[in-house]
């Protein structure tokens, strides 16, 4: 078995040997976070505390991704190489996890496996994800149908706080209620359920719609959550705001 540890200075070694509970890593840029993250990752299916898929871990770029990926490949490679063909589905069997990837890719990958009939999400697991841009657009869009000018309502403008509301879980109804009195807000507040319709009638879902229709299927459907609590036995997060 190839030795993880001695190459660890002691603040990374207690990171990576800690697999009992939660543990907080605070430390500055270039201080080997995610050397610890990889090094753990690759302990735990040495050592047996877990199989590959039974470790979820987050990053917040995608290039990070496919580094923590590339890594955990070389550390449990015999000969210190990379190994071949890491990203196929093959390579589980090799013991490197699949389930790494940012938030959004992650929520995205949830809501393509669970995007059933049966549990009743507005769209199905083949949706697209619009960008900034395609959003804006949609936002004009909706504008237009309004009779309201892009002069008179900046889009990025609207877009922001649509993108609040849902970072808060604020559905168009409640966004509603708590935009009375407020003439910007009232606008926006015509605005947001029209744009959730036109995404829906395309099939799509934007940025922010990834990550809150997660934690929307995980409160409605509880079944589901105890699903992916149950399915990952570590959740490592590289970084996070």
């Known amino acids: ?12 070694k207690e990171v990576v040997l800690h697999v009992e509970g939660p543990a907080l890593v605070i430390a ?15 302990y735990l299916i040495q050592s047996g505390h877990a199989v590959p898929n039974e470790i979820l ?9 496919a580094e923590v990926k590339e890594r955990v490949a070389t550390l449990l490679s015999d000969d210190g190489n990379l190994l071949e063909g890491f990203e196929n589905p093959q390579t589980i069997k090799a013991g490197v996890p699949q389930w790494v990837g940012t938030f959004h890719s992650v929520c995205a990958r949830i809501l393509r496996i669970e995007a059933t ?14 960008d900034t ?4 657009k949609l936002i004009k869009d909706v504008l237009k149908e309004l009779n309201i000018a892009a002069r008179d309502l900046d889009p990025k403008g609207v877009l922001a706080s649509i993108s609040k509301a ?34 829906r009638e395309n099939n799509a879902l934007d940025f922010d719609d990834i990550l809150y229709e997660v934690v929307k299927l995980f409160q409605n459907n509880p079944k589901i959550l105890e699903k992916y609590q149950n399915r990952f036995r570590f959740i490592l997060i590289d970084e996070y705001n």
């Open 1 to 12: 078995m190839k030795d993880l540890i001695s190459s660890l200075n002691q603040e990374q």
């Open 28 to 42: 500055g840029p270039g201080s080997g976070k995610t050397r610890a993250l990889t090094h753990k990752i690759a």
């Open 133 to 136: 841009d395609d959003s804006q």
């Open 117 to 130: 009939p049966e549990n009743n999400l507005d769209f199905t697991k083949n949706f697209v994800i619009y």
């Open 166 to 199: 849902k970072s808060e879980l604020i559905d168009p109804n409640d966004f509603a209620e708590k935009a009375r009195g407020n003439f910007y807000f009232e606008r926006v507040a015509k605005i947001y359920p029209k744009y959730q319709k036109r995404l």
């Open 57 to 65: 871990a987050v990053t917040f770029t995608n290039k990070a991704a």
